[in-house]
C-alpha cells in the first residue's frame, strides 16, 4: 500500500516536472510579453521594468529562478495584477473553485446515481426516459449555451437567484453549482444505469433474491458495491476536471476564482501566474488520479494494490 | 466516510461563510468595470475602468466635472506665469485625508516622485515627461539622478503646488486629475508598503469616497469619505464597482438590477436596445481612434498614390453602420472631434461623396500602375477581437471591391499584435490610439517621427511645425499651429483614418447626471440615485 502510494507520487512527481519545464519554455516561445503593451513608454522605464521582473535574463536563468522560487513555495509575482502576487491570487481565488468543484460534484453523484439506478431498476419507463433526456442535454448541450439560458430563466424570468457575481450571497453560487454538475449528472447517472443492468444479472444477485432478500436490500447491499466502481474511477479525474475545468462557469457567472485567471494570464503573458496555476492543476489531477486508485483498491479487492 | 463527512462540513461552512450580503440596495451605486483592476495602488494603476475606482477615491489638483469638464479639485485656484511655463495652484484651506491628516501640497510633490522613480515600476511617469514637460522629470525617470530638489513640481508652502515646465502646455490641466497625480499620503506607505493599497482598512485617500471593501476578481466597495471637503455635495454613500468580464453576463446583471451602471454593451444588442429603452443607452465618443498604418517600407506603400488610392476606397459609413456595428464614429481625420475650439483639417477627398472617392481612388491606382489585372497584395494585421476582426474584413472586401487588391487578414492576440507593430512584418497595420485627454495634441505629439520611429516617417517638416505649436502658450494659437502639423500628417497619408471608437454603456434610470465623456470621465460624486 505504502509502496503503492511512494510509486504512483514518484510518478506524479515525474510527470509533473515535465509539465512545468514544457509550459514554461513553450508559453515563451508565444510572440509577445507582458509588457509589450504601451508604445508611449520610453524604453529606459521598460527596461526598468523587465529587469525587476527578471525578464531580461536567459530563460534557463528565469527558470532556475522560478525553481528556487518554488522551493521556497514562492510563486513569484503577478505581471498583471500588480498589487498581488501569484500565490495571494490562488489563495484568494482556490476557496471559490474548490467551494463550486467541490458541491457540483456532491451534486453530480447524488442526482447521477439515483437517476441512473432507478432508471435501471424501471427500465424504458419513465424515470429511465428522464434520466436519458437529463444525459442527453447534459452531454450534447455546452455550458456556454446553458450557462446564459440559466441565468435568462432563473435569474431574470423568475427572479429566484441573482445572475452573476457574489456579493449577492451564497445563493449566487446555485446556478454555477447546478450548470457545472449538470454533464457530470449524465455521464454519472449512463455510467450507473449501465454497470447496475449489468450486475443485476451476476449469479450472486439471483442467489441473494433466491435466498429471499428483499428488493431494496439486494439493491443498496450487493447490487449497488458492484455497480459503483466505474462510477468511483469516474469520480476521480472528474473531480479534477470539475476544479480545474469550471473557467467557463467562472467568467459566465463571474466568479472570482481562478479558472478565469487561467485563460487571462495565458492571454496576457502573466507568465508566473500561468506557471502557478499549471503547477497547482496538474498537482490537483495527480493527486485526484492516486486517490481514485485507493479507493478503487479499497472498495475491490481484484485492483487492490500492495 | 467519516473523512469524507468532514471534507463536506468544511465546505459547507465556506459557504455559509457567504452570508448575504447586508441589504443596502437603495443606497448604493452598483458600476461594472469589466475586468479586474490591474492595481488599486494610484501610482501605479493605468486602467482606464480601473482609473473609475481611483477618481471616486482620490483627487488631484484639478478634477472632472459631469462631461470630462476641467473644475478645481483639491486646489481652489491655479496662476498661470505669463510664459505659460509656469503654473501656481493654491489649495483649499482645511484639506484632510479620509483618516483625518491634514493634506499638504508636499503630498502632491511627492506622487510626482513616487511615480517618476524608476523602482515604482509605473508606466504613468510619461504624463510628466513627455505629454507635458515638466523640469527634471525625464532625468528622474531615466534614473540620471535621484534628487528630488530637480524636480520642478514644488511645495513652497503647505497650501502652494508650483509646476515650472521646460515649454508652454495649456493641456496640462487635463492631466492634473485623480488619475495622472493623486496625492501620495507617505507615512500610510512608509507603514504598510503597496498593502497600504490594498487593505481597505489600512488605505488612506482623499478623495469623495474611501475603501470598505477590497475583492480580488469580485468587488470593490467605496464608502463616502466624511472628511471630503465637499462631502455636503456627494449624494450616493456607497458606490460598488463589480468585475464582470463577460459582456452578456453583464447586461444579464443590467437587466436583473444588479448593475445600474454598465461597462460595455453587447455589439449585437445595440439595435434593439436603442430601439427599446433609448433612454438607457449611452453611446459617445471616447478618445480612442482607429486607423490603419500604410508600411512605408514595403513598396509599393511607399507611392503617395498607392496610399491615398486604398484611403479612399475605404467606405467609411458602410464599414460601421453594416459590418461593424459597434457604434463608432466614421472618421475623416486623426485629431479632431475631440476639443471644440480645435479647428482641423480633413484628408484629401474628404468632401466628395463616396461613389467620387472611389473613381478617384481608381485613377490613383491605375496611375501607380496597379489594378484588377496587376493585383496588389496586400496583409493586414489587426488583433483577434471580434469587432476588430471584422473591421480589417470589411476594409478588405472594399478593397477587393474597388481596385482588386488582395488583402490577407492575419488576426492575432493582443500581445503579439503589438509587438508585430515593431517587427514590420505587415503591409497594414490596424493601428488604434487611446488619447490621454480629449484634444487634438494627445494625438498629433504621438505621431511625431522622433517620438514614433516605428512608422519609418521621414518628415523634418512635421516635428519643425509641432516645435512652433509647443511654443504657444494659449489655446486658440497653439490650435491653429496643431491644426497646420495635422495638414502634413493627413497629406503624407501615412495611415488612413478609419473611425472614432465609442464608449458603449448602459444607465438605469434611477441614476440622475449621467452625462458622457469622452475621456471616460464618471466621478460617482457628482451622480445621484432615485
Known amino acids: ?306 | 466516510m467519516k473523512r469524507l463527512i468532514l471534507t463536506a462540513l468544511a465546505a459547507l461552512a465556506l459557504t455559509a461563510a457567504l452570508a448575504p450580503a447586508p441589504a443596502r440596495a437603495d443606497d448604493t451605486l452598483d458600476r461594472g468595470i469589466g475586468s479586474e483592476w490591474s492595481s488599486l495602488d494610484p501610482q501605479v494603476n493605468f486602467d482606464a475602468a480601473a482609473g473609475w475606482i481611483m477618481m471616486d477615491a482620490y483627487e488631484g489638483l484639478v478634477t472632472f466635472g459631469p462631461g470630462g469638464a476641467v473644475v478645481p479639485g483639491a486646489a481652489e485656484s491655479w496662476d498661470m506665469s505669463a510664459d505659460g511655463k509656469t503654473y501656481t495652484f493654491h489649495l483649499r484651506d482645511g484639506l484632510k485625508w479620509s483618516n483625518g491628516d491634514p493634506l499638504v501640497a508636499q503630498d502632491f510633490v511627492n506622487s510626482v516622485l513616487r511615480t517618476l522613480n524608476p523602482d515604482t515600476l509605473s508606466e504613468k511617469g510619461y504624463y510628466f515627461y513627455s505629454v507635458v514637460q515638466i523640469k527634471g522629470a525625464a532625468d528622474l525617470a531615466n534614473g540620471v539622478t535621484k534628487d528630488p530638489a530637480t524636480l520642478g513640481v514644488t511645495a513652497p508652502d503647505d497650501r502652494t503646488v508650483v509646476i515650472e515646465m521646460l515649454t508652454p502646455a495649456p493641456h496640462i490641466l487635463d492631466i492634473l486629475g485623480a488619475f495622472q497625480i493623486p496625492p501620495l499620503h507617505t507615512p500610510s506607505l512608509e507603514a504598510n508598503g503597496t498593502a497600504g493599497f490594498t487593505e481597505p482598512a489600512k488605505v488612506v485617500s482623499n478623495g469623495a469616497y474611501m475603501f470598505k471593501e477590497i475583492v480580488p476578481q469580485s468587488h470593490v466597495l467605496l464608502e463616502k469619505n466624511p472628511n471630503y471637503w465637499d462631502a455636503a455635495n456627494v449624494k450616493i454613500p456607497f458606490v460598488k464597482y463589480h468585475v464582470t468580464e463577460d459582456v452578456g453576463t453583464e447586461f444579464k446583471r443590467f437587466q436583473a438590477g444588479e448593475l445600474e451602471v454598465t461597462y460595455d454593451i453587447p455589439v449585437n444588442m445595440i439595435e434593439q436596445l436603442k430601439a427599446e429603452i433609448p433612454d438607457q443607452v449611452f453611446i459617445s465618443p471616447s478618445t480612442e481612434v482607429t486607423y490603419y498604418s500604410f508600411n512605408l517600407t514595403h513598396p509599393p506603400l511607399d507611392n503617395l498614390d498607392v496610399r491615398m488610392a486604398l484611403s479612399l476606397a475605404i467606405d467609411r459609413e458602410t464599414l460601421q453602420e453594416k459590418i461593424v456595428k459597434g457604434g463608432a464614429i466614421p472618421s475623416y481625420s486623426y485629431a479632431g472631434g475631440f476639443d471644440p475650439s480645435y479647428q482641423g483639417p480633413k484628408m484629401a477627398g474628404a468632401d466628395l461623396t463616396q461613389a467620387e472617392r472611389e473613381a478617384k481612388a481608381k485613377e490613383l491606382f491605375a496611375k501607380a500602375g496597379y489594378g484588377p489585372d496587376n493585383p496588389l497584395k496586400l496583409t493586414i494585421v489587426t488583433t483577434v477581437a471580434e469587432d476588430r476582426t471584422r473591421l480589417a474584413q470589411g476594409v478588405a472586401l472594399m478593397w477587393k471591391k474597388v481596385l482588386g487588391v488582395e488583402a490577407q487578414v492575419n488576426p492575432m492576440e493582443r500581445k503579439a499584435w503589438l509587438d508585430e507593430f515593431y517587427a514590420g512584418g505587415w503591409d497594414v497595420f490596424g493601428d488604434n490610439l487611446v488619447g490621454d485627454f480629449a484634444g487634438a495634441e494627445t494625438f498629433l505629439a504621438y505621431m511625431r517621427p522622433s517620438a514614433e520611429p516605428g512608422y519609418n516617417w521621414v518628415k523634418p517638416e512635421y516635428d519643425a511645425q509641432m516645435d512652433v505649436a509647443a511654443t504657444k502658450p494659449d489655446k486658440e494659437s497653439r490650435n491653429a499651429e496643431l491644426a497646420k502639423a495635422e495638414k502634413i500628417l493627413l497629406d503624407d497619408m501615412i495611415f488612413a483614418p478609419i473611425a472614432v471608437e465609442p464608449s458603449r454603456i448602459l444607465v438605469s434610470p434611477h441614476v440622475k447626471g449621467w452625462v458622457p465623456s469622452p475621456a471616460g470621465y464618471y466621478n460617482s460624486q457628482y451622480l445621484g440615485l432615485e
Request: glycine share 12%; charged share 15%.
Open chain 1, 1 to 306: 500500500m505504502l509502496r503503492f502510494v511512494a510509486k504512483r507520487l514518484w510518478g506524479g512527481g515525474l510527470t509533473l516536472a515535465a509539465l512545468v519545464t514544457l509550459t514554461f519554455f513553450v508559453m515563451r516561445l508565444a510572440p509577445g510579453g507582458p509588457f509589450s503593451k504601451n508604445r508611449k513608454i520610453s524604453p529606459e522605464v521598460l527596461a526598468n521594468i523587465q529587469e525587476a521582473f527578471h525578464l531580461d535574463e536567459p530563460v534557463w536563468q528565469q527558470f532556475g529562478r522560478w525553481l528556487w522560487g518554488l522551493a521556497h513555495l514562492d510563486l513569484g509575482p503577478s505581471t498583471r495584477f500588480r498589487d498581488y502576487s501569484v500565490n495571494d491570487i490562488i489563495a484568494s481565488g482556490l476557496p471559490w473553485s474548490l467551494t463550486i468543484g467541490f458541491w457540483a460534484i456532491v451534486v453530480a453523484s447524488l442526482v447521477g446515481i439515483a437517476l441512473g439506478i432507478a432508471g435501471a431498476l424501471r427500465r424504458n419507463g419513465a424515470s429511465d426516459y428522464l434520466a436519458g433526456t437529463i444525459g442527453v442535454i447534459g452531454i450534447a448541450i455546452p455550458i456556454f449555451v446553458i450557462g446564459p439560458l440559466a441565468q435568462a430563466f432563473f435569474a431574470l424570468r423568475l427572479g429566484w437567484v441573482p445572475v452573476g457575481g457574489i456579493a449577492g450571497g451564497w445563493n449566487a453560487l446555485i446556478l454555477p453549482i447546478l450548470v457545472l454538475a449538470l454533464p457530470n449528472i449524465a455521464y454519472i447517472s449512463r455510467l450507473t444505469r449501465s454497470s447496475m443492468i449489468e450486475v443485476l444479472r451476476e449469479n450472486y444477485v439471483r442467489t441473494a433474491r433466491a435466498k429471499g432478500l428483499g428488493a431494496r436490500r439486494t439493491v443498496l447491499r450487493h447490487v449497488l458495491k458492484g455497480a459503483l466502481l466505474p462510477v468511483i474511477a469516474y469520480l476521480g479525474p472528474a473531480t479534477a476536471a470539475i476544479i480545474t475545468g469550471s473557467i467557463l462557469i467562472e467568467t459566465i457567472f463571474a466568479v472570482p476564482g481562478i479558472g478565469r485567471h487561467f485563460v487571462d494570464a495565458a492571454l496576457n503573458r502573466d507568465y508566473p501566474l500561468v506557471m502557478g496555476i499549471t503547477i497547482l492543476y496538474g498537482g490537483l489531477v495527480i493527486v485526484a488520479n492516486i486517490a481514485t486508485d485507493l479507493v478503487r483498491g479499497w472498495i475491490d479487492p481484484r485492483v487492490r494494490h500492495d
